[in-house]
């Protein structure tokens, strides 16, 4: 089955730790997306890459990092920077299908840090 | 630049209940418009879309219809279940570029 993955479901850590969060993909596509989502505030963009070796900041990317080293693979990094890391991140990636482009969801990592 | 704006929830009906939830936007081309849909715990999938003005998107008895004139893109279902009790997100993308706007999300309960 084709899709998104994203591990862990839920993640805790400490404050003062870095932490990295998994999104592969095996539909061939080639964007992928970064998101956190906090009540109320809906879906804000992290990071994005449109293409392997290549990323451009969204609109809230202090405080995180990200590597787009292999096509499938679009790993974010939560540093110690970030000054209010709890949310639920989700990663999508992206094709043009049927007159648009569409957006395509992995599960989500709920990230509580203390 | 390009917004989506989205009624506020929650809105909360009755099983079998008509529903709409209302959804407009402001655009400079001539964007293709979407709803996504959230369950609880999960993320986001398309519920349905429309690319170009008068279109109707429809999808397990949701449909929009996608109004120029008025920049709309309501979504509406004749009747609905407990199972449709999620949060919605009207969304849109100007296919420039990949990248799609998203609304801030309605939650809707329906009670049994």
């Known amino acids: 089955d084709g899709g998104i993955t994203q591990s862990p479901k839920y993640l805790f850590r400490k404050e003062g730790q870095n932490v990295t969060l998994s999104c592969e993909q095996n539909?061939?596509?080639?964007?992928m997306y970064w998101y956190r989502q906090d009540p109320g505030q809906g879906l804000r963009l992290i990071y994005y890459?449109?293409?392997?070796?290549?990323?451009q900041k969204g609109d809230i990317a202090e405080g995180y990092s990200v590597s787009r080293e292999k096509k499938e693979s679009f790993p974010l990094t939560v540093t110690s920077a970030q000054k209010n890391p709890t949310a639920f991140y989700l990663c999508?990636?992206?094709?043009?299908?049927?007159?648009?482009?569409?957006?395509?969801f992995g599960p989500g990592t709920r990230l509580t840090v203390t | 630049g390009d917004s989506v704006t989205q009624m506020e929830g929650p809105v909360t009906l009755s099983e079998e209940a008509f529903l709409t939830i209302n959804c407009t936007y402001t655009a400079t081309g001539y964007p293709s418009l979407f709803w996504y849909v959230q369950y609880p715990g999960e993320g986001l999938q398309l519920l349905l879309k429309?690319?170009?003005?008068?279109d109707k998107g429809s999808n397990k008895g949701f449909e929009a219809t996608y109004r120029k004139e008025t920049t709309s893109f309501h979504l509406e279902k004749g009747s609905v279940q407990v199972s449709d009790s999620a949060v919605y997100f009207c969304?849109?993308?100007?296919?420039?570029?990949?990248?799609?706007?998203f609304g801030k999300g309605t939650r809707l309960h329906i009670l049994p």
């Open positions: 999508a990636s992206s094709t043009w299908t049927s007159g648009s482009y569409e957006q395509y």
């Open positions: 890459s449109q293409i392997v070796n290549d990323f």
């Open positions: 539909l061939n596509h080639d964007a």
């Open positions: 969304a849109l993308s100007e296919n420039r570029d990949d990248k799609i706007i």
């Open positions: 429309a690319t170009k003005a008068d």
